[in-house]
């Protein structure tokens, strides 16, 4: 229930502070901006009154269990027992700030506790009576069908999102197609070569000790050459020196001793030359295995180089292609388990939406009679009222696909809130042929259609407090009277809290408040500004009989007044 409204600097407001109270409270004179604007409407710096630096406007409104359930949803701080504060300022730069409970929310927030607040209706109200996701709405909360509905969204946006997901996960696998054939491509490449830690190392000290094999199997057989070649050897020369020594010593025995030392120096020169020449024989070169390791050598300092000069620097990318490649498998195999979940679902959705959409159909009779009673009601008597519905119509991909496999395939479009849209159709008069209600409704038609959806669904709204600005539009006399008299049956439906505030224009209405606040216009020191007087039986007496005679208090007025408000 709303408590109080205080409003400064905004439009022709300087300063007011209404007090509310339960039952019928109806506001006569001038309009007021503040309700809509607490609740989130689009403020607009032109709204501040001429010569301020910003304009605020503050609700207070009793705090209920739906409420606090929503606060502690939305992490927003309250107390059980205390009153709630909803505040809305308008800077001269164009912004605006929301505070609820002294805390600063995004304006949106204020919109998403609106309808726990109160429930804002206005002579061409678009958000409830002309759009046509709001009738569907509307006929769910007259059915108590919220819990199905709700079902059927939570399935639906849990479909949507999995659906999202396969889409972003088809995109992300067919776009890195290439990426993963390149990867798998270098990855091949290191792990056919296959390196190992400390490898490098190894295969260069071998290749070494293998090329010092050869190189000692060179000079052996160099000084083999040296000892025992054809020509010009120490051993030819030797044989050379001692046949000359050999005919020096048959002449002289003295040197019989130079004989025998040159003959035991060829004795030593030949074993020499066999010992260098079976070195050289036993120490073989292995040239494939040189060729091996060169081999080897080339593929990992190839690979090296390529993949940041290092082992370490090679393994590293290693891991990381390791890792993308797994990344990407683990899509596709997510992939392919997404898909038959997003069956799965598909068929859970269609069994919540069918059962919901027959019941509305069951529904839809039922609001139709009660809407044509209550139109009776209101001095439409021949009025018509029914609700059409039509196959849920995707729009931008909004809608979900299902294939009924009991109905040869038959495919369904499920939207967000089941399988059809619905409208509100309806005649004015007798011969007229019904039409959707935005292309057929007066002002005063509008009004009074507006007053009985709300008669009728105010026991199942979770709101207590109905706002109606100017409901009584465009009707007077014994419509006006019966308008007054739904207005009343809400209050009586309604819980012990049930309000109502009505900012009207008739005295029917005026004279069946519980309170009657006066909003007038006045220039004071050549400025205009409103004021708000909660008025007293004398002073409603007045404002009625003006409202009667259109501004002259005349005595008969004045007694139709009286006799209204005893009414």
Same mark, same amino acid.
């Given at each position: 229930?709303?408590?109080?409204?205080?409003?400064?600097?905004?439009?022709?407001?300087?300063?007011?502070?209404?007090?509310?109270?339960?039952?019928?409270?109806?506001?006569?004179?001038?309009?007021? %901006?503040? /309700?809509?604007?607490?609740?989130?409407?689009?403020?607009?710096?032109?709204?501040?009154?001429?010569?301020?630096?910003? %304009?605020?406007?503050?609700?207070?409104?009793?705090?209920?269990?739906?409420?606090?359930?929503?606060?502690?949803?939305?992490?927003?701080?309250?107390?059980?027992?205390?009153?709630?504060?909803?505040?809305?300022?308008?800077?001269?730069?164009? @912004?605006?700030?929301?505070?609820?409970?002294?805390?600063?929310?995004?304006?949106?927030?204020?919109?998403?506790?609106?309808?726990?607040?109160?429930?804002?209706?206005?002579?061409?109200?678009?958000?409830?009576?002309?759009?046509?996701?709001?009738?569907?709405?509307?006929?769910?909360?007259?059915? &108590?069908?919220?819990?199905?509905?709700?079902?059927?969204?939570?399935?639906?946006?849990?479909?949507?999102?999995?659906?999202?997901?396969?889409?972003? +996960?088809?995109?992300?696998?067919?776009? @890195?197609?290439?990426?993963?054939?390149?990867?798998?491509?270098?990855?091949?490449?290191?792990?056919?070569?296959?390196?190992?830690?400390?490898?490098?190392?190894?295969?260069?000290?071998? *290749?070494?000790?293998? =090329?010092?094999?050869?190189?000692?199997?060179?000079?052996?057989?160099?000084?083999?050459?040296?000892?025992?070649?054809?020509?010009?050897?120490?051993?030819?020369?030797?044989?050379?020196?001692?046949? /000359?020594?050999?005919?020096?010593?048959?002449?002289?025995?003295?040197?019989?001793?130079?004989?025998?030392? +040159?003959?035991?120096?060829?004795?030593?020169?030949? #074993?020499?030359?066999?010992?260098?020449?079976?070195?050289? $024989?036993?120490?073989?070169?292995?040239?494939?295995?040189?060729?091996?390791?060169?081999?080897?050598?080339?593929?990992?300092?190839?690979? $090296?180089?390529?993949?940041?000069?290092?082992?370490?620097?090679?393994?590293?990318?290693?891991?990381?292609?390791?890792?993308?490649?797994?990344?990407?498998?683990?899509?596709?195999?997510?992939?392919?388990?997404?898909?038959?979940?997003?069956?799965?679902?598909?068929?859970?959705?269609?069994?919540?939406?069918?059962?919901?959409?027959?019941?509305?159909?069951?529904?839809?009779?039922?609001?139709?009679?009660?809407?044509? $009673?209550? *139109?009776?009601?209101?001095?439409?008597?021949?009025?018509?009222?029914?609700?059409?519905?039509?196959?849920?119509?995707?729009?931008?991909?909004?809608?979900?696909?299902?294939?009924?496999?009991?109905?040869? !395939? $038959?495919?369904?479009?499920?939207?967000?809130?089941?399988?059809?849209?619905?409208?509100?159709?309806?005649?004015?008069?007798?011969?007229?042929?019904? @039409?959707?209600?935005?292309?057929?409704?007066?002002?005063?038609?509008?009004?009074? =259609?507006?007053?009985? +959806?709300?008669?009728?669904?105010?026991?199942?709204?979770?709101?207590?407090?109905?706002?109606?600005?100017?409901?009584?539009?465009?009707?007077?006399?014994?419509?006006?009277?019966? =308008?007054?008299?739904?207005?009343?049956?809400?209050?009586?439906?309604?819980?012990?809290?049930?309000?109502?505030?009505?900012?009207?224009?008739?005295?029917?209405?005026?004279?069946?408040?519980?309170?009657?606040?006066?909003? #007038?216009?006045?220039?004071?020191?050549?400025?205009?500004?409103?004021?708000?007087?909660?008025?007293?039986?004398?002073?409603? =007496?007045?404002?009625?009989?003006? &409202?009667?005679? !259109?501004?002259?208090?005349?005595?008969?007025?004045?007694?139709?007044?009286?006799?209204?408000?005893?009414?």
């Amino acid at each position: 229930m709303l408590l109080e409204l205080k409003v400064q600097n905004l439009a022709i407001i300087e300063s007011i502070e209404i007090r509310f109270a339960p039952g019928l409270n109806v506001l006569t004179g001038e309009t007021l %901006a503040a /309700l809509d604007l607490l609740l989130g409407g689009r403020s607009d710096k032109d709204l501040i009154r001429t010569g301020k630096e910003e %304009a605020w406007a503050e609700a207070i409104f009793e705090m209920d269990e739906a409420l606090s359930q929503l606060l502690k949803k939305l992490d927003l701080p309250f107390e059980p027992q205390e009153p709630l504060s909803i505040r809305r300022v308008i800077q001269n730069n164009g @912004r605006s700030r929301s505070y609820i409970n002294c805390v600063t929310v995004p304006a949106h927030v204020l919109k998403q506790i609106a309808p726990y607040l109160l429930d804002f209706g206005r002579q061409h109200e678009q958000s409830i009576l002309l759009s046509a996701e709001k009738h569907l709405e509307l006929l769910d909360r007259y059915g &108590m069908l919220t819990k199905q509905r709700n079902e059927v969204q939570e399935a639906y946006e849990k479909i949507k999102k999995l659906a999202q997901e396969y889409e972003d +996960l088809r995109s992300q696998v067919s776009y @890195r197609a290439d990426r993963n054939a390149f990867l798998q491509f270098q990855l091949h490449g290191i792990l056919k070569v296959d390196p190992q830690e400390g490898e490098e190392e190894e295969l260069n000290a071998e *290749l070494k000790r293998l =090329i010092g094999i050869e190189e000692r199997r060179k000079l052996a057989q160099q000084a083999a050459r040296i000892l025992d070649a054809q020509e010009d050897s120490i051993k030819e020369n030797l044989n050379h020196a001692i046949t /000359l020594v050999k005919k020096l010593a048959s002449g002289d025995p003295a040197l019989n001793h130079v004989l025998e030392d +040159l003959e035991n120096s060829l004795i030593s020169i030949e #074993e020499a030359g066999s010992s260098l020449q079976t070195y050289r $024989q036993n120490m073989r070169l292995d040239s494939e295995k040189i060729k091996e390791i060169q081999t080897r050598l080339d593929e990992i300092i190839t690979l $090296q180089h390529r993949y940041g000069g290092s082992f370490e620097s090679m393994m590293a990318r290693r891991k990381e292609m390791e890792k993308e490649l797994k990344v990407l498998e683990e899509k596709e195999k997510k992939l392919q388990k997404i898909g038959p979940y997003i069956e799965q679902g598909k068929s859970q959705l269609y069994k919540l939406a069918l059962p919901l959409s027959q019941k509305r159909k069951e529904i839809a009779k039922s609001l139709s009679m009660q809407i044509c $009673q209550e *139109l009776a009601d209101l001095a439409m008597e021949q009025a018509k009222f029914e609700t059409r519905f039509s196959d849920f119509a995707s729009q931008e991909n909004a809608g979900i696909v299902y294939s009924d496999p009991e109905k040869q !395939g $038959q495919s369904f479009t499920i939207g967000p809130y089941g399988l059809e849209q619905a409208s509100f159709w309806m005649s004015a008069n007798v011969g007229e042929e019904l @039409r959707p209600l935005q292309n057929v409704a007066s002002g005063g038609e509008l009004s009074r =259609i507006l007053l009985a +959806l709300k008669h009728v669904l105010s026991k199942v709204l979770s709101v207590q407090t109905f706002v109606f600005d100017e409901i009584d539009s465009g009707v007077s006399g014994t419509a006006a009277a019966l =308008i007054a008299q739904k207005l009343r049956d809400i209050i009586q439906k309604g819980q012990n809290s049930a309000q109502i505030i009505s900012i009207s224009h008739t005295p029917q209405i005026a004279a069946t408040a519980d309170c009657h606040f006066y909003v #007038e216009k006045k220039t004071k020191e050549n400025r205009t500004m409103t004021e708000v007087r909660l008025l007293d039986y004398e002073q409603r =007496i007045q404002e009625i009989a003006r &409202m009667l005679s !259109g501004g002259h208090s005349q005595e008969a007025a004045l007694e139709l007044a009286r006799q209204m408000v005893k009414k």
